[in-house]
């Protein structure tokens, strides 16, 4: 019965951290969109769109927020007539450029 109660107990506290962290992060990506000239609205769809992305392990689309070339509202991977290019920045995607910010 303890050996229970210590798992309810573990899950409990690992779930509770896991739910901050992941209302943390929404925060974080809703004020960034808005910064970025989203509306609230859209801002608070876009960061609930990424939270059930990042919960759904089969969907690996990516917004460009995410990616190394993303730089000054621009992709500088692709080029359009040898400038950088400004993708579709607010919507979720598959790139074959993508590579993960911080990652490695
Ligand atoms: S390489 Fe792809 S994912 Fe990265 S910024 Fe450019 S368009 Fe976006």
Known sequence: MRVFI????WYWRNCDRSRT??????????????????????AHDLASQ??????????DRRLC?????????????ILHRWKPSQQLRFILQRCDHFALKGGK
Do not use: P
């Open 21 to 42: 962290k992941e209302e943390a992060r929404w925060k974080r990506r809703y004020d960034t969109f808005v910064a970025e000239g989203l509306s609230q609205d859209e």
């Open 65 to 77: 927020f995410e990616c190394v070339f993303y730089a000054n509202k621009y992709c500088t991977k």
């Open 6 to 9: 210590t798992h309810i107990f």
């Open 50 to 59: 990424m939270t059930r992305r990042d919960n759904d392990i089969g969907d």
